[in-house]
C-alpha cells in the first residue's frame, strides 16, 4: 500500500507519461492482464486509457487490473488510469530510491538520483 505522499510523488512523475494500454470493447481480459503485469515488472509505473467504448468504468478497470497483477492504483482521472508496483527487474532504481513496502523517500524518484 502507497504513502499518501508517495501516490502524490508517483502522481506527479505520471504526468509526463503517455498511455501504454487502452481498454476497449473486449475490457479487462486475461491478454491485457499479461500485458499490463509485463508492462509493470519493465517500467513499474504506467499509464492506461478507458475507452468510451469499454463495458467497464475506468475506476472499476483500475481496481479489476490491479487486483489481478498485485499493483497499486495511484489515479483514475477521467479515462485515464495510474497503476504502480515494485519491479523485480529493477533492481537498481529501486536500490536508489530505498523503496521499502511500496515506500518511496521524502523527494521522490527524480530528487533520490540526486542524493
Partial sequence: MLTSK??????????????IFQIGKGGVEENLIKQVD???EARELIKIKALETAPLSAKEAAE???????ADVVQVVGRAIVLWRKSNKLQ???????IKGGKLPAGGRKNAAKR
Fill in 38 to 40: 509485463d508492462a509493470l
Fill in 92 to 98: 537498481v532504481a529501486s536500490d536508489k530510491l530505498q
Fill in 64 to 70: 479489476a487490473l490491479a487486483e489481478a497483477t498485485g
Fill in 6 to 19: 508517495a501516490r502524490a510523488e508517483l502522481r506527479a512523475e505520471a504526468n509526463e507519461l503517455q498511455a
